[in-house]
């Protein structure tokens, strides 16, 4: 199983991106889905997460502002990022659990936000 996160980049405060990470390989069952992000120099934090059947949690810190979203057809998980400060610059993961709870981990895109 492998992932393909994309979508990070340069953004002005106050702006938008949205994340995408794609899945492929021997997938029979599809379990949660998260984001994580890791700011320089700080651990590595959960900030979104989606069920199997569509049910979600979000960080406080990007609770309003994030949204998550999956397409189990394409076994995509995205996320929405509106309202983008320079706290929100991290490195940020795709996390999924599959095939009876394997987890697996995206290579990380980067999300800069500008003041």
């Known amino acids: 199983v492998q992932l393909q996160a994309s979508g990070g980049g340069l953004v002005q405060a106050g702006g938008s991106l949205r994340l995408s990470c794609a899945a492929s390989?021997?997938?029979?069952?599809?379990?949660?889905m998260r984001w994580y992000r890791q700011a320089p120099g700080r651990q590595r934090n959960l900030i979104a997460s989606i069920t199997s059947v569509g049910g979600t949690n979000y960080a406080d810190s990007v609770k309003g502002r994030f949204t998550i979203s999956r397409d189990n057809a394409k076994i995509t998980v995205y996320l929405q990022m509106n309202s983008l400060n320079a706290e929100d610059t991290a490195v940020y993961f795709c996390n999924i659990l599959v095939n009876q709870g394997r987890s697996y981990w995206g290579q990380g895109t980067l999300v800069t936000v500008s003041s």
């Open positions: 390989g021997s997938i029979y069952s599809i379990e949660g």
